[in-house]
């Protein structure tokens, strides 16, 4: 496997990572903001933003890696 292809792998597998990740804070989130905290539900989902904000361009660069 070539360098290029080694690092669009491991950025592809942190990439699907983050993205459970995420997905499992929110579920977090919306069970907290059920339990009547929806100020701290809402800074949760604030400080999520970037990472959804930042995932299509990662996707993005994660594809064109793999181009080659």
Do not use: F
């Amino acid at each position: 496997m070539k360098s290029t292809e080694t690092i669009a792998s491991l950025l592809h597998a942190l990439l699907s990572n983050q993205t459970a990740l995420a997905e499992a804070i929110n579920d977090l989130t919306d069970w907290v903001e059920s339990t009547g905290s929806a100020e701290i539900a809402q800074s949760v989902r604030d400080r999520l933003k970037p990472l959804k904000s930042n995932e299509a361009v990662i996707g993005h660069c994660v594809k064109e890696l793999m181009r080659g």
